[in-house]
């Protein structure tokens, strides 16, 4: 399928290191924080969640730190590997059916 | 795998044909999505749907209309099609509506020519 986001911000990565993926959010009264993988022509997939009542949340290899002093969200994947390279991007709630997503930031990891 | 099957996976068409894009999903959840990718931008909502024969518009709507008749079933229709159009479309589900995680579908890749 077609490749989406082709002028997306890229980062680099050496297989191994950690990678840090930011995200700043627009709405203060967002209460509700996802992180979506996307490889190319792939739906998005769920990685990590989190609650605005929280500031970090792990999963396997993954967490999701939330600043809402300044409206920053990021996602932190140890020892990356090859597989990892995708877009990632966030998503976040207002209430209703109000969610926003970012338009993602192209991750490339090199073996 | 989120139970969502999206069909035709690819569909070219001509300007002014109408397009029906199906969503078919297993998790027998409450809400349903159609949303849309396009280059630059996040995805953009079209159309959702909070139970059978209910339904709302979202941000993008013009030019497309929904149906749900079935809970595992959300069909999303181009009336007419066009060029601005040309773009790849997204079912997705959730349980409990935005409170709830959003599951995506793999994606309807549509071109108007």
């Known amino acids: 399928g077609e490749s989406v986001g082709l002028h997306l911000p890229t980062l680099s990565v050496q297989e191994g290191d950690n990678s840090i993926i930011n995200c700043a959010y627009s709405?203060?009264?967002?209460?509700?924080f996802i992180w979506y993988k996307q490889e190319s022509g792939k739906g998005p997939q769920f990685i990590i969640d989190?609650?605005?009542?929280?500031d970090k949340r792990q999963g396997q290899r993954v967490t999701v730190l939330l600043n809402k002093t300044v409206k920053h969200l990021s996602l932190q994947i140890a020892a990356t590997q090859p597989g990892d390279s995708a877009v990632y991007f966030c998503?976040?709630?207002?209430?209703?059916?109000?969610?926003?997503f970012g338009a993602g930031t192209r991750l490339f990891v090199k073996a | 795998d989120a139970g969502i099957t999206q069909s035709p996976r690819h569909k070219v068409t001509e300007t002014g044909t109408p397009v029906t894009l199906r969503c078919h999903q297993t998790?027998?959840?409450?809400?349903m999505y159609w949303y849309r990718q396009d280059p630059g931008h996040g995805l953009r909502l079209i159309h959702y749907?909070?139970?059978?024969?209910?339904?709302d518009k979202g941000e993008v709507s013009d030019g497309y209309s929904v149906s749900r008749s079935k809970t595992e079933d959300f069909l999303l229709t181009l009336e007419s099609a066009t060029s601005s159009q040309t773009s790849v479309y997204f079912c997705?589900?959730?349980?409990?509506?935005?409170?709830?995680?959003?599951?995506f579908g793999e994606g309807s890749w549509l071109t108007v020519v």
């Open positions: 997705a589900i959730s349980a409990q509506g935005s409170k709830d995680t959003i599951y």
């Open positions: 749907s909070y139970g059978v024969k209910d339904t």
């Open positions: 998790e027998n959840h409450r809400y």
């Open positions: 989190i609650r605005s009542n929280m």
């Open positions: 998503a976040e709630t207002l209430g209703g059916f109000k969610t926003i």
């Open positions: 709405n203060s009264a967002s209460d509700y």
